[in-house]
Nanobody
Framework: QVQLVESGGGLVQPGGSLRLSCAAS????????MGWYRQAPGKQRELVAA???????NYADSVRGRFTISRDNAGRTVYLQMNSLNAEDTAVYYC?????????WGQGTQVTVSS
């Protein structure tokens, strides 16, 4: 059973930074990908950034250059460094793990950008 536990959300002023973390436990092996999605009120869930077990990364156009995704050496923790945050980044951020044709999701962490 795979479990994902997120941390690091909160309230930040425009232009500020936050770092999200997601720790995965359970049976994780072979090729996989971890990433972050977000869902703002009244909007669909969207991909923010993803990183594969081989280190390839992918970013949404809206965050490229401001956000950085990374994984620890064990491949079980994924981080999202978010800089230059603005109000449009306000959303619930969900951690995702893709492995063996299945997606696993964390419980979500709220990020609010407001003065």
């Amino acid at each position: 059973q795979v479990q994902l536990v997120e941390s690091g959300g909160g309230l930040v002023q425009p232009g500020g930074s936050l770092r999200l973390s997601c720790a995965a436990s359970g049976s994780i092996f072979g090729f996989n990908a971890m990433g972050w999605y977000r869902q703002a009120p009244g909007k669909q869930r969207e991909l923010v950034a993803a990183i594969t077990s081989s280190g390839s990364t992918n970013y949404a156009d809206s965050v490229r250059g401001r956000f950085t995704i990374s994984r620890d050496n064990a491949g079980r923790t994924v981080y999202l460094q978010m800089n230059s945050l603005n109000a449009e980044d306000t959303a619930v951020y969900y951690c995702m793990l893709y492995i063996v044709g299945r997606n696993y999701w964390g419980q979500g962490t709220q990020v609010t950008v407001s003065s």
